[in-house]
């Protein structure tokens, strides 16, 4: 029997049980474990539909939103505050996530698809990036202008007529932000998320071209070899002379813009879910801590209608620019405030007004210079898991639980040693310290991620009925981060009383005799003792002779 991996910084990698797989592909979510119900673990949101409205949310208008108006909207909401100080004497208010099925994890959709923290991602797989490698054949043909954004570019249809966009690297920063791209996306979709096909690339000036419609103005816009020589001062150049530049392929299917983290897209039946409730949205903010993903806004995000030949289909969702992460921006390293301090953070801006400017900042604090040109602005010292800040505050990142920023944490800690080494060699850095540096700094900074989060929700996960017992994996053990410690559960019946209403375990095991014999029904709390996280509530029913696992909840 083939099982899905986790994590062991050990020589043997450490199997979770929480599937059966008979030799699965590596990327396909793993079938949930013997007594546990396989009902749910698909969100058909994917059923065709007639193509909605392209639509793309404004904007300077969701930057006014989330940079002014939300903040500054809870900064005066009385109930909001009241809800504040309720959370801080234990109250529960926050709404839990609303697309999480029994067994608290994220359904597959087209949103998100279970992947590593299910079933480790070869490290081979990582290597190469998310998918097969796949460069734009030169030469190349310029067909417009980069439109949007801060990084200068061109659209291209290469010597094989595919249509791609070419971001330059800043100057005197070759590897900057493609490395990063490179890096970011892979761990994203080894993490569950739909990203591009963006490689890095280097090119010289004899492999470019004007098409002859853009030299002419022939469609609105003109391009002339002076605009592209201009143009091309502006972008980091290797020691041999070619430019270092990301190269993204554009997408199958028809854009629709992208999507609002606000409301829903109009058109679409699919997306029934108010997004600020999803999961895979509010948990982003921990792997996005990782990653120090600073750049989450709208339009890092894109939507397309994939046709299904019958004048039907279904809009997929895309993680579009991870370029601004680690330390990494679309002009040069990143300001050292950026993953401390939101662009306008109203709590700094008041911390600092109290006062008087008699206060240092973490980032102040920070060693971020790394001297290092293609990594910028990078560290772990000072990182601090639960004060990660974000450019912008995006709602779902307000709405988390610790329900969502377990299961965030929880994937973020599925990453091995090796695969983040992998993923770091699949940007192919040309100074060996970038990639040495990278892989130490994200090691460090998941680990930390694991040790806070685990210390707020017991991170016990993969339950399953087995040879007569209930067992489950403790993550924190799993990983290294703790020796063998033991736990302590409650029990409580329906239809009969349980052979003991508290038990102590010294291990991850207990068996069902302790859930009695009469009962039909047990709701279970396990926590690990001496501990201050808060338990894991699971439960069980009978199903015949046997008990099957109906419900986890972390939080």
């Not at 500054?72 to 609303?98: C, N, Q, Y």
């Not at 040309?430 to 994200?442: Q, Y």
Request: aromatic content about 10%.
């Amino acid at each position: 029997m083939v099982l899905p991996v986790i994590r062991c910084r050990a020589a043997f990698p450490l199997a979770l049980s929480c599937a059966l797989v008979l030799s699965a592909p590596a990327r396909v979510l793993c079938a949930p474990a013997a007594g546990v119900n396989d009902s749910t673990w698909v969100d058909h949101d994917g059923r065709p539909i007639p193509q909605p409205p392209d639509w793309d949310p404004t904007f300077y208008a969701h930057q006014f939103r989330e940079v002014a108006t939300e903040p500054l909207s809870h900064a005066f909401d009385i109930p909001d505050k009241l809800l504040f100080v309720a959370r801080a004497l234990g109250a529960h208010t926050r709404r839990e996530a609303v697309n999480v099925n029994a067994f608290d994890e994220v359904p597959n959709s087209t949103w998100f698809t279970n992947r590593n923290h299910f079933r480790a991602v070869p490290v081979a797989e990582l290597r190469m990036g998310p998918d097969s490698t796949l460069l734009p054949s030169k030469p190349w043909t310029i067909t417009h202008t980069k439109h949007g954004g801060m990084s200068v570019g061109f659209q291209i249809k290469d010597a094989d007529g595919r249509k791609w966009l070419v971001k330059l690297d800043p100057r005197g920063y070759p590897q900057l932000g493609s490395g990063a791209d490179m890096v970011a996306r892979t761990l994203l979709h080894a993490a569950g998320y739909n990203v591009p096909h963006n490689e890095p690339v280097r090119f010289q000036r004899g492999d470019l071209a004007i098409s002859g419609d853009l030299a002419r103005g022939a469609k609105g816009e003109q391009m002339t070899n002076a605009d592209l020589d201009s143009m091309l001062t502006k972008g980091a150049v290797f020691p041999d002379g070619e430019y270092s530049a990301i190269a993204s392929l554009f997408l199958t299917g028809h854009v629709l813009g992208s999507p609002s983290l606000f409301r829903l897209r109009p058109g679409d039946g699919n997306d029934r879910y108010r997004h600020p409730n999803r999961r895979e949205l509010r948990g982003l903010y921990v792997i996005s801590s990782w990653l120090n993903f600073w750049d989450t806004k709208d339009a890092d995000f894109l939507d397309t209608f994939e046709a299904t030949g019958d004048s039907l289909g279904h809009v997929v969702h895309y993680i579009l620019d991870p370029g601004s992460s680690f330390g990494a921006d679309a002009l040069g390293p990143k300001m050292r405030q950026d993953g401390f301090e939101g662009f306008i953070d109203l709590g700094w801006i008041a911390h600092r007004f109290v006062t008087l400017g008699f206060v240092t900042e973490p980032w102040r604090r920070a060693r971020q210079e790394t001297g290092i040109p293609s990594i910028g602005r990078f560290e772990s010292a000072v990182f601090d898991p639960g004060n990660y800040a974000p450019g912008v505050p995006d709602l779902a990142y307000h709405e988390m639980t610790q329900g969502d920023d377990y299961w965030g944490a929880k994937i973020v800690a599925s990453f091995s040693n090796d695969q983040i080494a992998a993923a770091v060699d699949a940007a192919h850095y040309d100074d060996p310290r970038a990639s040495e540096f990278l892989v130490r700094t994200l090691i460090a900074r998941r680990d930390k991620i694991a040790r806070y989060w685990f210390a707020r929700m017991a991170p016990l996960d993969f339950f399953r009925v087995e040879d007569g017992a209930l067992r489950f994996h403790d993550l924190g053990v799993d990983i290294g981060l703790a020796g063998a410690r033991a736990y302590d559960v409650e029990i409580e019946s329906e239809g009969g009383s349980p052979a003991a209403n508290r038990v102590h375990l010294p291990d991850t095991n207990l068996p069902l005799a302790a859930l009695g014999a009469a009962a039909s029904r047990v709701s279970i709390e396990l926590s690990i003792r001496g501990s201050g996280a808060k338990p894991v509530r699971v439960e069980l029913a009978r199903r015949g002779a046997d008990w099957a696992v109906t419900r986890v909840r972390h939080g």
